[in-house]
């Protein structure tokens, strides 16, 4: 079972912060794959709340990438007390591209050899040269590349993504695929298992996660839970009765696994609703990456919006019929702060603790899902129970208010260490 945040010994985030001899303060430099601000997608509300818990009780310089064409503004605007911040332009991977071609060559995985960015890691090791750091945090695996940049620093590696590297494909899939898929899982192993020993510790997002880093590098025994979380506070509930019959669905097309999610959902799923619901609507909500969908009547895809919120709150349902891909999903943790309940495949509630039939419906058939789906459509009771006890597993396990100092507390463990091997 997943432990929960009550299994650690609840510190007022001064007390966090003061564990292992280092006073009030630590200087932190923390790498990101993704600039927080504006917290659009579950990648940056996770370094949005990491970043403002760390302000908190520390001096924290970010390095980050962002897309191109997009802003870079101050997270001191977004709530984020940080000293400083740098941010690069991310190089997109190019498969057939000649930097694409040479990756094939790498032991690193194709992708993180051809976005490496030598900008990034030219202003990594000036800062680590004229500043003194107690500790580094990476964020996500690719920022793991540039441990060469920071060597003999104590660092942790945060949300090891071990689903989405590690874990087998089970879809029904050809033997070519499936054997390309099993070789870019081998080369992530071996990709993590060299770089792990220059970090003190690492996170992953839920047991499950944990049990597939640890198969993958069993020599790595500092592997900790510290789960996907959101403020309660950042999500006002929406107080009047819910759009009849409407559906929602968030989420960037950039990660394949939300696209594959939706081609299966109108494909397959949303046929068998609409039998049954003519009236029924689906938004989607996040950017379309230009990849098209099968048309439906009632299916808006309202793209990149800047407020999520009062569409999700407004809606009767929230479908996230995910397949594949790794994490827990801030998506369904987000529906469940608007009172909005949530019907998804197993898959797409993996590493959460909530209950089926209790606190979520889990349907992985196209008509079971359908069912599950018209189901709470029908039924205004049945979804206030679900959305009642949601809400209640939510305030326990993932309020990042409770969550918070697990991290403080790694955070603080991770500092103490005063040389990592090389």
């Known amino acids: 079972m997943e432990s929960t945040a009550t299994d650690w010994p609840v510190q007022t985030a001064a007390e966090a912060a003061t564990r292992g001899g280092h006073g009030t303060r630590l200087r932190v430099l923390f790498l990101s794959r993704w600039f927080p601000c504006p917290p659009v997608n579950g990648s940056k509300i996770r370094i949005f709340n990491l970043l403002r818990t760390l302000c908190e009780c520390h001096s924290v310089v970010l390095v980050s990438f962002r897309g191109a064409g997009d802003p870079a503004p101050d997270p001191r605007g977004c709530g984020i007390n ?34 490496y960015s030598s900008e990034m890691a030219a202003c990594i090791r000036e800062l680590v040269r004229r500043d003194h750091f107690d500790l580094v945090i990476a964020s996500q695996i690719q920022m793991a590349a540039y441990h060469g940049c920071f060597r003999g620093l104590p660092a942790l590696l945060e949300e090891v993504e071990s689903g989405l590297l590690l874990g087998r494909c089970s879809r029904e899939i050809s033997l070519g695929v499936k054997a390309r898929r099993e070789m870019t899982r081998r080369k992530h192993a071996r990709f993590l298992r060299s770089v792990l020993c220059h970090f003190a510790q690492c996170t992953v997002v839920s047991e499950s996660e944990r049990n597939l880093l640890r198969e993958a590098v069993p020599a790595f025994p ?37 696209y594959e999610a939706m081609m299966w959902f ?80 197993g898959k797409g509630a993996e590493g959460l603790d909530l209950e089926p039939e209790r606190h979520i419906l889990i349907a992985d058939a196209p008509e079971t899902f359908a069912a599950a789906v018209v189901r709470l459509l029908r039924r205004p009771e049945e979804r206030q129970r679900l959305a009642e ?19 403080l507390n790694l955070v603080a463990s991770a500092a103490s260490v005063s040389r990592v091997n090389q």
């Open 389 to 407: 006890a949601a809400m209640r597993q939510l305030r326990a396990k993932y309020d990042w208010e409770v969550v918070k100092y697990r991290f």
């Open 266 to 345: 109108l494909n397959d799923v949303f046929p068998h609703i609409r039998r049954q619901i003519p009236d029924v609507q689906l938004t989607i909500l996040g950017d379309h990456g230009g990849l098209l969908l099968p048309s439906h009547q009632g299916v808006f895809q309202a793209g990149h919006v800047k407020d999520v919120r009062p569409v999700i709150g407004s809606s009767t349902a929230s479908v996230v019929p995910i397949l594949s891909g790794g994490g827990t999903r801030l998506k369904i943790l987000e529906s469940i702060a608007l009172g909005t309940p949530v019907i998804a495949t």
């Open 222 to 258: 500092a592997v900790d839970i510290v789960p996907n979380a959101i403020n309660l506070g950042d999500y006002p509930r929406h107080e009047s009765e819910p759009r009849p019959n409407t559906l929602v669905f968030a989420g960037s097309f950039r990660y394949r696994p939300n």
């Open 82 to 115: 940080i000293d400083g911040f740098h941010t690069f332009v991310f190089p997109e991977f190019r498969p057939w591209s000649a930097k694409g071609l040479l990756g094939f060559l790498s032991p690193a995985p194709r992708s993180f050899f051809a976005s």
